[in-house]
Structure formats: structure tokens, C-alpha cells
Nanobody, 114 residues
Framework: QVQLIQSGGGSVQPGGSLKLSCWAS??????????MAWYRQTPGAQRELVAT???????NYAESVKGRFTISRNDAKTTIFLQMNNLKDEDTAVYYC??????WGRGAQVTVAS
């Protein structure tokens, strides 16, 4: 059994920074070989892919966050991070970590407002 435990989030002014963490606990054989991801969702909208990272560290980003967000993974490959810099109002959302195919974190609210 795998659980994704998130931490981080909060409120910040535009231009500020926040960092999210997601620890995957459980069977490491189910965790370490897989690509992990961050998604976000706003009320009434579909969940949107923000960034992914493979087990070898290859990253991919949504166009809207490129150059501002950085996804990373610890050496044990069981924890991922999302460093969010130069945050904008439109980054306000609930952020979820994902381990395919069906494991999700509980979500963390990120609010960007003056």
C-alpha cells in the first residue's frame, strides 16, 4: 500500500515563493521506478498537470509555470518537491501530488493574493 503525504502550501503575495513536498510511503518497488507529478485544481475546473519528474530526474512542465516552478526528487526517489517562485494570482489552486496510476495526496491550498 502506498500513501502520499503532502506538506507545504499557504498564502503569499504575488512575486513570492512557496515550496510543496510530497512523501510517498509504502512499497518502494511501487514508488521509485515511477514518474511522479504535481497537479493543481481550481473550483469548477479540471485537474491540471503542472510538472512531472521521472525516476532518473527528467522533468517536464506546463507552459504556464516554466521558468518559475522547479520539480525535484530526493535521492531515495520517494519524495518530490515543487519550488514555486514568482507566484502569480493565477497560480492560486489546490495542488496535488500524484503517483500513477491512482495514488493522490490530500492536496495543499496555495493562495496568491495582494
Amino acid at each position: 500500500q502506498v500513501q502520499l503525504i503532502q506538506s507545504g502550501g499557504g498564502s503569499v503575495q504575488p512575486g513570492g515563493s512557496l515550496k510543496l513536498s510530497c512523501w510517498a510511503s509504502g512499497n518502494t518497488f511501487m514508488i521509485t521506478p515511477k514518474t511522479m507529478a504535481w497537479y493543481r485544481q481550481t473550483p469548477g475546473a479540471q485537474r491540471e498537470l503542472v510538472a512531472t519528474i521521472t525516476s532518473s530526474g527528467i522533468t517536464n512542465y506546463a507552459e504556464s509555470v516554466k521558468g518559475r516552478f522547479t520539480i525535484s526528487r530526493n535521492d531515495a526517489k520517494t519524495t518530490i518537491f515543487l519550488q514555486m517562485n514568482n507566484l502569480k494570482d493565477e497560480d492560486t489552486a489546490v495542488y496535488y501530488c500524484n503517483l500513477p496510476p491512482r495514488h493522490w495526496g490530500r492536496g495543499a491550498q496555495v493562495t496568491v493574493a495582494s
